[in-house]
Nanobody, 117 residues
Framework: QAQLVESGGGLVQPGGSLRLSCVVS????????MGWYRQAPGKERELVAT?????NYANSVKGRFTVSRDNAKNTVYLQMNSLKPEDTAVYYC?????????????WGQGTQVTVSS
């Protein structure tokens, strides 16, 4: 069974950069994809990026964020550049699988990203 652990969050000034990491341990049966989500106070959780054989990004982060992976280290990254205050949120790593009972999602504990002067 899998466990996801995020790291790399923190406080940065507008225009700064951060790189988030998600280390996956254990096996994910029926693995489909990895993704990053975020949730700001009082708002719904929203998709930031996904990666399978290709990548997909929310319009709000296109051109600024890059999702990548290092299979040898079982790690997925989210490089965030040109950060804006609106990017402030708790960021969650997600792994999605499909089994006989349907979709199953694994989640990390979340890491706080705060963009402020």
């Amino acid at each position: 069974q899998a466990q996801l652990v995020e790291s790399g969050g923190g406080l940065v000034q507008p225009g700064g950069s951060l790189r988030l990491s998600c280390v996956v341990s254990g096996s994910i049966f029926g693995f489909i994809s990895m993704g990053w989500y975020r949730q700001a106070p009082g708002k719904e959780r929203e998709l930031v990026a996904t990666i399978t054989s290709s990548t997909n990004y929310a319009n709000s982060v296109k051109g600024r964020f890059t999702v990548s992976r290092d299979n040898a280290k079982n790690t997925v990254y989210l490089q965030m550049n040109s950060l804006k205050p609106e990017d402030t949120a708790v960021y969650y790593c997600n792994a999605r699988s499909f089994v006989s009972s349907g979709w199953r999602d694994y989640w990390g504990q979340g890491t706080q990203v705060t963009v402020s002067s």
